[in-house]
């Protein structure tokens, strides 16, 4: 906060801050910090991202990270008499501070908080959450990053939309699928039954439709709070995907979040420990729905998918609790909770 001031006199008087900028280069290439292969390149500010790839050693890249991985390629900005910050980075947490001692005046003389409300789609962010800070500040440097597919050396992007659902559509739906969604939040006192009811539905769902897109839905207690459709094309866009995820979580202070979808399974190879299932000749399709929760242990509820000639079926639903997964690790992270995946839930893709 000292800081601030004195960059505030700074500029009023001299008319900018000294600053230098810098490129970080790293490799996403698991969901898992402990996995992840990190890199430190040493490059010019202008170098192009071939030459960028040059530069990375070549124990760095293994089968599964030059298949998947992306380059993770970041500029920032930093004020030379605060180099540990990036300076967005800076005044996000001043924000953080001021904003707590607003909202901590306001209880002091019995108002109400203050309620950060997207002017959007009215989407109510989470203030003690969030530290603070506003949702845009949670995330930003994905808006300084360039993501380059290590396979191909072309950029990847991630497109996100925002869906507006009339109540007539809703209806039609519900018709279509003989399904009264007005009860499918009702009547569960427990984020598990809550599972249990969603994945009754998606079952009904894909039997109708023979498929079932990936939905992410967030909760506090058992109130859904935002629900968002991943569709990734290429297995390396799930790692980014479940980061997006986890600062979505910290936006609007989820302690629930269910993923329900078609996932590929298969038993695990201790030969080929970071194998995916769907490369294993042993390997089957399954509906799953998965919970993780800030306290409590997850919860998978899964059935398998027997496709026929003319026709699609699913087994019975079993349930398995307890055990990690991989995908939800960001979201751990935001949570606070440390969670390493089993060997055997690695072969679990998502």
Same mark, same amino acid.
């Given at each position: 906060?000292?800081?601030?001031v004195?960059? /505030?006199?700074?500029i009023?008087?001299r008319g900018?801050l000294?600053? $230098?900028?810098d490129?970080?280069v790293s490799?996403? =290439?698991s969901?898992?910090d402990?996995?992840?292969?990190s890199v430190? @390149?040493?490059?010019?500010?202008?170098?192009?991202?071939?030459?960028?790839?040059? #530069?990375?050693?070549k124990?760095?890249l /293994?089968k599964?990270v030059l298949r998947?991985?992306i380059?993770?390629?970041?500029r920032?900005?930093?004020?030379?008499?605060?180099p540990?910050y990036e300076?967005?980075? =800076?005044?996000a947490?001043?924000?953080?501070h001021?904003?707590?001692?607003?909202?901590d005046?306001h209880l002091?003389?019995?108002l109400l908080a203050?309620?950060i409300t997207?002017?959007? $789609?009215?989407?109510t962010?989470? $203030?003690e959450?969030m530290?603070g800070?506003l949702?845009?500040?949670?995330?930003?440097e994905?808006r300084?990053?360039? +993501?380059?597919w290590l396979?191909?050396?072309?950029?990847?992007?991630?497109?996100t #939309?925002?869906v507006?659902v009339?109540r007539?559509? %809703?209806?039609?739906v519900?018709?279509r699928y003989?399904?009264d969604?007005s009860?499918?939040?009702?009547?569960a006192n427990?984020?598990?039954?809550t599972?249990?009811k969603?994945?009754? @539905?998606?079952?009904?769902?894909?039997?109708? +439709?023979?498929y079932h897109a990936?939905i992410?839905?967030l909760?506090k207690g058992?109130?859904?709070v935002?629900?968002?459709?991943?569709?990734p094309?290429?297995?390396?866009q799930?790692?980014v995907m479940?980061?997006?995820?986890?600062?979505?979580v910290?936006?609007?202070g989820?302690?629930?979040v269910i993923?329900i979808?078609?996932?590929?399974?298969?038993p695990? +190879?201790p030969?080929?420990?970071l194998?995916?299932?769907?490369?294993?000749?042993?390997?089957s399709?399954?509906l799953?729905?998965?919970?993780?929760? #800030?306290?409590g242990?997850?919860?998978r509820?899964?059935?398998e998918?027997l496709?026929?000639?003319?026709r699609? =079926?699913?087994?019975?639903?079993t349930e398995?609790s307890g055990? %990690?997964?991989?995908?939800?690790s960001p979201?751990?992270?935001?949570w606070g909770?440390?969670k390493?995946p089993? =060997?055997e839930?690695a072969?679990?893709d998502?």
């Open positions: 906060m000292k800081w601030m004195d960059a /505030r006199n700074k009023e008087k900018d000294e600053t $230098h900028s490129v970080t490799i996403l =290439a969901y898992l402990h996995e992840r292969v430190q @390149v040493e490059t010019d500010l202008f170098d192009s991202t071939q030459q960028l790839m040059e #530069k990375i050693p124990y760095a /293994r599964h998947d991985g380059l993770q390629i970041q920032r900005w930093v004020a030379n008499d605060l540990e300076l967005l980075d =800076a005044v947490e001043a924000y953080g001021l904003s707590r001692l607003v909202h005046a002091a003389l019995g203050p309620d997207s002017n959007v $789609h009215g989407l962010y989470d $203030h959450a530290d800070k949702p845009c500040m949670i995330g930003h994905r300084r990053s360039c +993501d380059i396979a191909t050396g072309e950029r990847m992007e991630i497109e #939309k925002l507006t009339s007539a559509e %809703a209806e039609k519900s018709g003989d399904i969604f009860e499918v939040y009702s009547g427990t984020p598990e039954e599972l249990r969603l994945f009754d @539905v998606a079952r009904k769902m894909f039997l109708n +439709d023979e990936t992410a839905i909760l058992i109130i859904p935002d629900i968002q459709e991943l569709r094309e290429e297995h390396g799930k790692y479940a980061q997006m995820l986890a600062d979505q910290r936006r609007v989820a302690d629930t993923v979808g078609e996932i590929w399974t298969a695990f +190879d030969e080929q420990p194998a995916r299932a769907v490369d294993s000749s042993d390997k399709e399954a799953s729905g998965t919970l993780v929760q #800030k306290r242990e997850p919860l509820i899964s059935a998918i496709r026929g000639v003319d699609v =079926a699913l087994k019975a639903s398995q055990g %990690a997964h991989n995908f939800f979201i751990y992270d935001v909770r440390a390493s089993s =060997a839930e072969q679990h998502k």
